[in-house]
C-alpha cells in the first residue's frame, strides 16, 4: 500500500520552527501540508515556506480553549476531501512537533485502518470533565495563564457541574451520543475524515452544540468516532507527548529535552510535541535522525 497523509498543521507563531517541521515533513514522505496561520498572527504567513505541496488559510482568531482550534481543522478537512487527492490518511498536529523516527509510512501501511488517537474514557454527567460541554462558556474565560483568577474559576464551575450544579447551561442538546475525551492530535485513515465531514455536514447541530464548550479539541472528533462504525479501529497514538506533573503545568505539555529521548526510544511513536525553538539542539538531533 503506498502511503501519502495530509498533515494538518495549526500555527499559531513562531514560523522558524514550523517551517523546520514542514520541510521535514516534505522530504520525509509523499504528503502535501495544510498550514492554518492564527488569524491573530497573519504577519507571518508571508514567512511560510513556499511550495506547491503546501496550503496556506488564515480564517480564525484562536484562543486558548475555544471552538475556533476546532473551527480550524474541520476548514482544512474539508478542504482535504474537496481537493479529491489520493490521500491514505490524515495527521492532525500543530507547528510545534516533530518527526522523531523513520518507518511512519511503513507503520501505517501495515495497518492501514487503524485510527491512532489517545482516548482516555467516556464521560458521564458524575465527570467534571461533562462540564466542557454541559456549560455555556464565556470567551472571558479562555485564558491560558495557570496562575490567572479565571482559571479558579473554570475549577470552580467544573466541580459544580460534578454535583448536578450547573452554571449557565447549554441549552442545546444531542441525543443518543456517548462522550469521550482524550488528547487533541491524531493520525486517521482518509476514509475516517471524509466521515467526520460528512456526518458534521449532516448534523449542523452537533457544531451549534459545541460552540461555547471549553477544550472542545479534547472531545470533539473522539466522540464522533466513537459513535461510528469506526469505533474498533482507535489504537494508541503515535505521537510522543510529556505532559506537566504541577498545578502550573499540568493540562499542559512541556517542552522536549535531552531526557526525553529515552522515553521516545522505548514508545512506539513517530512524532513529538512540543519542541521548543530555544531547544534548537534536540531539535537538530530529530531532525537529523529522520533524513
Request: hydrophobic share 40%; glycine share 4%.
Amino acid at each position: 500500500m503506498k502511503i501519502k497523509i495530509a498533515y494538518i498543521l495549526l500555527v499559531h507563531h513562531l514560523p522558524e520552527q514550523a517551517n523546520m517541521f514542514i520541510q521535514q515533513l516534505l522530504d520525509y514522505g509523499d504528503c502535501d501540508v495544510y498550514v492554518h496561520i492564527d488569524k491573530k498572527n497573519r504577519k507571518i504567513e508571508d514567512k511560510i515556506i513556499k511550495d506547491e505541496r503546501v496550503h496556506l488559510f488564515c480564517r480564525y482568531d484562536i484562543r486558548w480553549g475555544s471552538f475556533e482550534i476546532v473551527a480550524a481543522a474541520i476548514e482544512l478537512m474539508r478542504q482535504i476531501v474537496g481537493s479529491e487527492k489520493a490521500y491514505t490518511h490524515i495527521y492532525y498536529g500543530s507547528g510545534q512537533d516533530l518527526l522523531v523516527k523513520k518507518g511512519l509510512y511503513e507503520y501505517l501501511a501495515q495497518y492501514p485502518e487503524n485510527i491512532f488517537i489517545d482516548i482516555f474514557s467516556e464521560i458521564t454527567d458524575r465527570d467534571r470533565e461533562s462540564a466542557r460541554y454541559r456549560v455555556r462558556w464565556s470567551g472571558r474565560l479562555m485564558v491560558r495563564e495557570d496562575w490567572h483568577p479565571y482559571r479558579f474559576v473554570r475549577i470552580a464551575m467544573q466541580l459544580l457541574c460534578r454535583f448536578g450544579i450547573v452554571l449557565y447551561p447549554n441549552k442545546i442538546k444531542l441525543r443518543h451520543v456517548r462522550m469521550y475525551w482524550g488528547t487533541t492530535w491524531f493520525i486517521a485513515p482518509y476514509e475516517v475524515i471524509r466521515y467526520i465531514c460528512h456526518y458534521l455536514d449532516s448534523h449542523p447541530e452537533y457544531i451549534r452544540f459545541w460552540e461555547n464548550s471549553l477544550a472542545s479539541d479534547l472531545m470533539f472528533f473522539h466522540t464522533i468516532i466513537m459513535n461510528s462504525k469506526y469505533k474498533d479501529k482507535v489504537r494508541n497514538a503515535l505521537m510522543y507527548v510529556n505532559m506537566g506533573k504541577t498545578f502550573g503545568t499540568m493540562n499542559h505539555p512541556v517542552t522536549i529535552h535531552e531526557n526525553d529521548k529515552n522515553a521516545i526510544d522505548h514508545k512506539i511513536c513517530f512524532c513529538a510535541r512540543k519542541f521548543d525553538i530555544n531547544e534548537k539542539e534536540i531539535m537538530e538531533y530529530y531532525l537529523e535522525a529522520t533524513k
